[in-house]
């Protein structure tokens, strides 16, 4: 991974989060803590950084997040919807301010024609709803496809909470 890139994407999303005195949780399922690894990568990160969860089956999906098995079963764990459950899970099973989730399928099995390997659902909750929803299809092997799922979702919240509207 592009190392010195990743930290100075976390080492400036740790910088805004504490001037606007925000506590950031983690929900990861394709990604399995690659995040949480590169946030508490960062000296201080104690401060900003709350706690994550790693829920790569369903069940702890359920469990730890809340997620409902019945949006599970219509949608399936890789979905814009279990995205938004998973982040507004992880804001309410915490005590930060802003959540970020990510969802996906890293392969090198288990995709389909709807939703190929690559395939990778964002969400990020702040004050109760999620307000910002993504998804993208990233291309190259699972480590590649959770490296650019990594580095996209660690871009995106840095974005939202340089925004004052956030």
């Not at 000296?43 to 790693?54: E, H, K, L």
């Not at 301010?97 to 395939?119: H, W």
Request: proline residues 3%; glycine residues 8%.
């Amino acid at each position: 991974m592009a190392h010195t890139l990743i930290q100075d994407i976390c080492a400036q999303l740790g910088n805004a989060l504490i001037k606007r005195h925000l506590r950031i949780a983690l929900a990861e399922s394709c990604t399995g803590g690659l995040v949480c690894q590169q946030l508490t990568n960062i000296p201080g990160s104690s401060v900003w950084f709350d706690r994550g969860f790693i829920t790569y089956s369903n069940e702890s999906k359920v469990e730890l997040l809340k997620v409902s098995q019945t949006t599970l079963s219509k949608f399936g764990a890789v979905s814009e919807e279990i995205a938004s459950e998973m982040a507004l899970g992880a804001l309410n099973a915490s005590h930060a301010d802003i959540a970020l989730s990510i969802t996906g399928i890293a392969g090198p099995s288990g995709g389909s024609i709807e939703k190929p390997i690559g395939t990778v659902f964002f969400a990020v909750a702040y004050q109760n709803k999620v307000i910002f929803n993504a998804s993208k299809i990233f291309p190259g092997s699972r480590e590649n496809i959770r490296e650019s799922s990594c580095l996209f979702a660690l871009n995106q919240v840095l974005a939202l909470t340089l925004n004052p509207q956030v």
